[in-house]
């Protein structure tokens, strides 16, 4: 039987969820104030360029965010330097309204004709870890790449504002958190409504701030708590499912300030209380219809191709087809929970789509990426990336001196149980949404202020 002493009529705080103090423009214009995830697009220099011209000179978060296609630009640190000089201006010269306290309550549009429900949340970064067979309130699903975070780290420490791509995932078959805090709000006016630029669909916002609206929310987590608290007492409330990195350095920076906290005579109430322990996230049920998972895809540059291709055969005991054209390949992939598909340009300059069939049973990244990284060992100027979307890795693999590897479908059934069990999957092991739904920068948060 489970443990679930205690686990009913706790506040919201013992579950580390706090209402936020939300921040939006007083005169927001969705199609150029909110921009797509500094994470997506990273070779996709247009994209960002786009973007620019969206924003062009109107208040926008593209100004409060590096794009991580400009990571190892050589002008990185006077970016990072500007970023921090607009995020005090923005709070110094009028552009935000008075904060608002409140959850916030949205719809996404997407493009591809999909409705994704969130809730908008402000998280407690000491009841979550990211460290494998982790037993916190939030986990992180994907290993994290410690090296990945000292960038980051550059960027929001010190910083006035944040700014939340972060997504959650709640295990919540009957949709009483996201779900049920969209039915009380829906005959409200929004917050915020428009289109997002550059294919982002739309979204509309509302406010989730009375009494009764938090004891409603307040209710749903202890519900959704009760049912996944494991026999031994610990409870996994939620997953980390877009984010995981930037989570980890909210994390790490928050350490690290404690510590100076601490060293400086800081009470209680004051390490309670500081803004830099908190991060917003979005809160999002697995099982919303709306939500898609989809596979993130490789891209190796610097390889000898086919090499990589046998060498995995024999590794993973599949069999190596070629097959006839794109579009073949993508739905041989699509079909199966096993198949991998390659795209290339051979020495005689053609175009080669290969099709790695395997009779993996487990999920087919956990097996695929361990072996990738011992090849690329012994392959000292190679590079790989990590790309959302089969159009820009397709794309991608046709130029010289690069392979695309398609990855096969995502299954969320078992999600929860999988990543309790068996502890993170393999980096970069699946995308929530197509790299045009990912969450776009809207609300912002006091952090370093």
């Given amino acids: ?61 593209l100004n409060l965010i590096l794009p991580e296609v400009y990571l190892n630009a050589p002008d990185k640190q006077d970016r990072i330097a500007k970023i921090r000089k607009t995020m005090k201006s923005y709070l110094d010269d009028g552009v935000f309204a008075p904060a608002k306290k409140c959850f916030v309550y949205l719809e996404r549009k997407t493009a591809f004709g999909r409705t994704r429900k969130g809730l908008v949340a402000q998280i407690d970064l000491d009841t979550y870890e990211w460290k494998p067979f982790s037993k916190a309130n939030i986990r992180a699903t994907e290993a994290t790449i410690v090296d990945r975070i000292p960038p980051r780290k550059e960027i929001r420490k010190g910083a006035p504002l944040e700014l939340p791509h972060i997504m959650l995932l709640v295990n ?21 409504n428009g289109e997002l630029m550059n294919n982002g669909g739309s979204i509309t916002g509302w406010a989730l701030e009375s009494d009764d609206d938090i004891a409603a929310v307040t209710a749903a987590v202890n519900k959704i708590a009760e049912a996944n608290t494991a026999p031994d007492g610990s409870t996994f409330l939620f997953a980390v499912g877009d984010g ?4 980890a350095t909210a994390k790490a920076v928050w350490d690290e300030y404690k510590a100076e ?24 049920n697995i099982y919303d219809k709306g939500l898609t998972f989809e596979p993130i895809h490789r891209v190796i540059f610097g390889i000898d191709n086919e090499k990589l291709i046998s060498t995995l055969a024999e590794k993973l005991g599949g069999k190596i087809k ?36 395997t009779s993996i049973k487990e999920l087919a990244v956990s097996r695929l990426q361990p072996e990738i990284d011992e090849f690329l060992k012994n392959c000292a100027n190679s590079e790989i990336d990590y790309i959302h979307g089969t159009e820009e ?7 010289p001196g690069a ?31 197509e790299a045009d739904e990912k ?9 370093f202020c």
């Fill in 172 to 192: 919540d078959k009957d949709d009483i958190l996201v779900g049920g805090s969209g039915a009380l709000v829906k005959n409200r006016a929004p917050l915020y």
């Fill in 322 to 357: 070629a097959v006839a054209s794109q579009k073949e390949l993508e739905t041989a992939v699509k079909n199966s929970w096993a198949n991998f598909g390659f795209d290339y340009v051979d020495s005689d300059n053609n175009q080669k789509f290969v099709l790695l069939e």
């Fill in 261 to 284: 906290l601490v060293a400086s005579g800081a009470s209680e109430a004051e390490i309670a209380n500081c803004p830099v322990r908190f991060a917003l996230v979005e809160i999002v």
């Fill in 1 to 61: 039987m489970k443990n679930t002493e205690n686990t009913n009529n706790k506040n919201l705080e013992a579950f580390g969820l706090r209402v936020p103090e939300i921040l939006l423009p007083a005169d927001i214009d969705l199609s150029s104030w909110s921009v797509i995830a500094c994470d997506q697009y990273t070779q996709d220099l247009d994209y960002w360029k786009k973007a620019e011209a969206a924003a062009g000179t109107k208040p926008s978060t």
């Fill in 393 to 399: 890795v397709l794309s991608l693999g046709k130029k």
């Fill in 403 to 433: 392979v695309g590897i398609l990855l096969p479908p995502i299954a969320k059934d078992s999600f929860f149980e999988t990543i309790n069990g068996r502890g993170p999957l393999p980096r970069k092991s699946f995308s929530m949404g």
């Fill in 244 to 247: 995981n990195h930037s989570l």
């Fill in 439 to 447: 969450r776009f920068y809207l609300e912002c948060r006091k952090l």
